[in-house]
């Protein structure tokens, strides 16, 4: 939130998954260049605003998130995959939702899950492969009216990064932008953290931050 500033940030592989440190090191393998300049998403409702780089995820992905909060000692992927598996048991329901993007609004019957990407990975999941850091767009991935056995059914191509690409209650979409609507508090983690109770109100927005960009240098171990 600092316009000007020579300030550098170390960002370090820390984290539970690591799913932003994946996609900056396959993006400055593509590119073949290590410094990037990369978006940033921004998630704001009245009295709140918050930043993120990689992903945030409403809905399933967010119980997920909040419901493999207690097995820290595990892998990432097995965490969350066990994380999915308890949010199948007592964290399922869906949302009946309006989405407005580019100038369409969008009725969304039963939604039960919604990834708003500016990285590949979600939870260690490959759920947005042609997400690029720094094209100024979402890569949306929008799953509605799924049964518990359809998830069950999906999950071993989940794990490989292989979702459906021909089940109509699965969408892919590109935004810049998105305002959301919900008949219910939704869900939500930004980049796997949880704020508060994980819930925010029924209505709010996600936006590129169009006005600035982040500058990015990867260091090899030996810098």
């Not at 073949?32 to 990689?54: A, E, H, K, M, W």
């Amino acid at each position: 939130s600092v316009p000007h500033t020579t300030t550098k940030l170390c960002i370090i592989p820390g984290g539970t998954a690591n799913d932003y440190a994946a996609s900056l090191n396959a993006h400055a393998f593509s590119t073949g260049n290590r410094r990037l300049t990369v978006d940033i998403g921004i998630l704001s409702y009245p009295n709140f605003q918050r930043f993120f780089l990689n992903v945030a995820g409403i809905g399933l992905t967010a119980h997920t998130a909040i419901s493999s909060r207690p097995a820290r000692w595990l892998p990432a992927r097995l965490r969350y995959t066990r994380g999915l598996l308890r949010t199948l048991k007592s964290g399922w329901r869906y949302m009946d939702t309006w989405i407005e993007m580019q100038d369409q609004r969008i009725r969304q019957q039963q939604l039960l899950t919604l990834s708003v990407a500016i990285g590949t990975r979600e939870g260690s999941f490959l759920l947005a492969p042609e997400a690029r850091l720094d094209d100024g767009y979402f890569n949306l991935l929008l799953v509605s009216a799924l049964k518990r056995h359809d998830v069950v059914r999906y999950l071993p191509g989940l794990l490989f990064g292989k979702l459906p690409q021909r089940d109509p209650r699965i969408q892919y979409r590109v935004a810049k932008g998105l305002k959301l609507l919900s008949s219910s508090p939704l869900n939500v983690h930004l980049d796997g953290e949880i704020y508060g109770t994980g819930t925010i109100p029924a209505h709010c927005n996600i936006t590129v931050n169009h006005a600035r960009q982040m500058e990015i240098e990867l260091l090899t171990t030996d810098e």
